[in-house]
């Protein structure tokens, strides 16, 4: 299985600042996929960048692309619309319990326009940038990853 981890952040892109989410994401679905592929990019923000490395990693057959970064509210944030033009089905559930999640211990989370959906049968969810953000984003919906992806696979169905 493969899956893969795009960091978007201009300054990480540019080498003004590490990448500490996108290592963080990828280490938490490493655990909870040991034998999965993992693939990791930086990018700029830059949506049809995006667009472009979601479309070549759905056409390898990923089963899961998380991207890190790009969801706030600055001007260059354009994570959610490269995303929504790539997918073809929205899983809005997903976002509504990362930003759920997020608002617990922080009020701005709400903030966050971050978007999850399919694109054939490979699963595409927008994280924070930050890596606490990231971190608690994905470990709010981990437990529903494993069972979303067999069901979108077509090697499980619905309980």
Same mark, same amino acid.
């Given at each position: ?8 952040s ?7 600042m ?41 056409e ?23 995303t ?7 899983? !809005? ?20 326009r971050?978007?999850?959906?399919l694109?054939a ?5 927008n ?15 981990? !437990? ?12 499980e169905?619905? !309980?």
């Amino acid at each position: 299985m493969l899956i893969a981890v795009i960091t978007i952040s201009d300054r990480c892109s540019q080498g003004l600042m590490a990448d500490t989410a996108g290592p963080a994401v990828a280490l938490l679905v490493n655990r909870e996929w040991p034998r999965a592929e993992m693939r990791t990019t930086l990018l700029a923000d830059d949506e049809k960048a995006i667009e472009l490395e979601i479309c070549a990693l759905v056409e390898q057959e990923a089963a899961l692309i998380l991207t890190v970064g790009g969801t706030g509210m600055g001007p260059r944030d354009r994570t959610p619309e490269a995303t929504r033009r790539v997918i073809e089905r929205e899983a !809005p559930g997903l976002a509504e319990a990362m930003r759920a999640k997020g608002a617990e211990r922080n009020q701005f989370a709400w903030l966050s326009r971050g978007v999850a959906g399919l694109r054939a049968n490979t699963l595409i969810v927008n994280l924070p940038g930050s890596k606490r953000g990231a971190e608690e984003s994905l470990e709010a919906i981990l !437990p529903l990853l494993r069972h979303a992806l067999e069901v979108a696979a077509g090697t499980e169905f619905h !309980p």
